[in-house]
């Protein structure tokens, strides 16, 4: 498979961090970018390669999350087989979702509002079913053993995380490179036209969105394992479905690395804003609303779409599209 | 439990907050009808504008009856700035871009208001909050049954502007052919300010009629938004008068699940119905289907 090795050579990469320093500021602040990235590559896989675009991602991961805390708190389940069963449970929830929404026929911006919905009612019912810890939240109880998924240390918790990012790239360049993967841009870009051509577009669009719908529930799992808390506005809040958008976009969308770029960037921004103004509530998001605004207004590909442009440019001046004939469509 | 004196009342009621939804509904449905886009920073204009209203009181002593007059072609010009100018530039004409611009303003706005502002939600005590009149069987708040009146005033100058002003009939005819009319000579940029300037002004009368009867607090107009979401999309996107009949509709089936099931599970209720309107009919009880 082309493109592996980059891949590989970013996760090897990156995964000498914590033999270099054991600061937890460094290690926390990584987690989180790798926590958003994982979450962003979901909404990437169904938003960025098939554009359909979902307003609702807290679903997926409120779900992961919640599945992994209940498991353990309630049922006694072991921790490592909550975490496999959150990651279906997300999935399962996504076809649910894709199923009655597909097939109903919505696209665009009502799809947008279907998953916006969905999100909001699980939130409801989570801030107030017994099962779920209603308003009090569920608290996974504090026990530090490898088999427990809880560590002393944050270096496991950053080797699982950035594992699980270095899993959903090479998942998701083994879909650009499959049948299925064509199949989905060919939605992005014109549905009727791959429907006219005898794609099955609502069945790629669903398997799209159940894929998509576990990657980021899988972030949702790990978000319970690593802070052992959740409520409904923390795993089901609109917060999170902001950030699934934000880091694919901003680091370019339908692209393998564009959600890690995104992550990265949007992660540094925040930190940067709160330690010029003290750990103020809200601000790390008008910071994140303005950078959205700017980037779909300057750059619609991103930054990995920025850099591509770069590299054109200066590689190959003479095959270079002027800049007149691309993405222009009136 | 279903005799006419419980049920009257609770009906009354609700026609008379469905008023107010209603109105938040059809600055939403304007927009989307001529611009074809969900405008997903409505609820955090509405946040503004209430926030506004709250202001004018506490600083200026402005009663907020009085400060719709000046809200009104306030948060006009910002509506029609933040299209000219924000929007329609930054979304390149791509539907998605739009999305994703409105949701950005949202956060922005939102957030914005979270840091100024704290979480604390606020309330201004009016002398005349708690009068009441009596209608009929029961008795209802006179700042609601001023709500109710002005709404239906609002729409119907709302639907005489579309019906007989040069303006009106340049967002009718944008709605109907952009192209048409961009050839007929219609400035479309201009048209599309104008109706989201509209769209906006809308809500702050919404919030002036609210403020006497309701708290604010930074993320207060989400809750109205998705409400003013399931009456759109009810209604039929783009109607006029499926946004009024839509919001009395939703306005008493909150008030009567509300009343038998408890707050919370009626919020469920109003997420449900939306949820079902929009998977078996997306184009709305009243919208053409296309």
């Avoid at chain 2, 029609?80 to 930054?90: C, D, H, K, N, W």
């Avoid at chain 2, 604390?120 to 005349?128: G, K, S």
Wanted: hydrophobic residues 55%.
């Amino acid at each position: 498979m082309k493109g592996l090795v980059p891949i590989v050579g970013a996760v090897a990469l990156l995964g000498t961090v914590p033999l270099i320093t054991s600061s937890n500021v460094v290690l926390n602040f990584l987690v989180l970018v790798f926590l958003i990235a994982l979450v962003g590559q979901g909404w990437n896989l169904l938003g960025g390669y098939g554009g359909q675009y979902s307003f609702g991602h807290a679903a997926f991961f409120g779900t992961g999350a919640y599945v992994t805390a209940v498991l353990q708190v309630r049922y006694g389940v072991n921790a490592w087989l909550g975490f496999g069963i959150g990651i279906v449970a997300g999935g399962v929830v996504g076809a649910a979702i894709g199923a009655l929404s597909f097939r109903a026929g919505l696209k665009g911006s009502y799809f947008a509002l279907v998953t916006l919905a969905f999100a909001e009612v699980l939130r409801i019912i989570a801030s107030v079913a017994p099962i779920t810890g209603a308003g009090v939240g569920t608290l996974i109880t504090l026990d530090l053993r490898p088999e427990a998924l809880q560590f002393q240390s944050r270096a496991p918790f950053y080797w699982i995380i950035l594992g699980l990012v270095g899993v959903s790239l090479i998942l998701i360049r083994a879909i650009e490179d499959s049948r299925f993967g064509a199949y989905l841009i060919a939605v992005r870009e014109n549905e009727d036209a791959a429907e006219a051509l005898g794609v099955d577009t609502t069945a790629v669009k669903l398997g799209a969105m159940t894929i998509s719908a576990a990657i980021t529930a899988a972030g949702g799992c790990f978000y319970a394992q690593y802070f052992l808390f959740i409520d409904a506005s923390i795993a089901y809040g609109p917060w999170i479905s902001v950030e699934a958008l934000l880091a694919p976009i901003i680091g370019g969308t339908g692209t393998v690395f564009g959600p890690l770029l995104g992550a990265l960037v949007v992660k540094t921004l925040g930190e940067l804003g709160k330690f010029a103004t003290g750990d103020a509530p809200g601000l790390d998001l008008v910071i994140y609303g303005c950078v959205l605004i700017a980037v779909v207004a300057v750059a619609p590909r991103g930054i990995a779409g920025m850099l591509s442009d770069l590299r054109r440019h200066f590689l190959s001046p003479k095959t270079a599209m002027p800049p007149s004939l691309r993405r222009d469509h009136g | 439990m279903f005799s006419a004196d419980i049920l009257i009342p609770a009906v009354l009621n609700g026609l008379v907050t469905g008023a107010v939804y209603a109105l938040v509904a059809l600055g939403l449905t304007l927009i989307y009808g001529v611009l074809h886009i969900i405008n997903f920073a409505h609820g955090a204009l509405l946040t503004a504008a209430m926030f506004a209203a709250v202001f004018a009181y506490k600083l200026l002593g402005l009663d907020p009856y009085a400060a719709a007059i000046f809200l009104t072609p306030f948060f006009f010009l910002l509506g029609y700035g933040l299209q000219r100018f924000v929007i329609g530039p930054a979304a390149h004409g791509e539907d998605r871009n739009i999305l994703l611009v409105t949701l950005g303003l949202a956060v922005v706005i939102e957030n914005a208001l979270l840091y100024a502002f704290r979480a604390d939600t606020r309330t201004i005590n009016l002398p005349y909050a708690f009068d009441v009149i009596e209608v009929g069987v029961t008795f209802l708040a006179v700042p609601r049954v001023i709500a109710f009146i002005v709404v239906f005033a609002v729409a119907l100058a709302l639907w005489l502007i579309l019906r007989w002003t040069d303006t009106g009939k340049a967002i009718r005819a944008v709605s109907k052919e952009k192209l048409g009319a961009e050839l007929s000579g219609i400035d479309v940029a201009h048209i599309y300010a104008v109706t989201f300037g509209l769209g906006t002004a809308c809500l702050a009368i919404a919030a002036c009629l609210l403020i006497p009867i309701y708290y604010v607090s930074p993320n207060v107009g989400d809750a109205f938004v998705l409400i003013a979401f399931t009456i759109v999309v009810l209604g039929g996107m783009g109607s006029v008068a499926g946004a009024l009949i839509g919001g009395l509709f939703i306005g008493v089936v909150e008030s009567l699940s509300g009343f038998y099931l408890g707050e919370s599970l009626g919020q469920i209720g109003i997420f449900a119905m939306f949820i079902l309107v929009l998977l078996l009919r997306p184009s709305g009880l009243f919208g053409v289907r296309t």
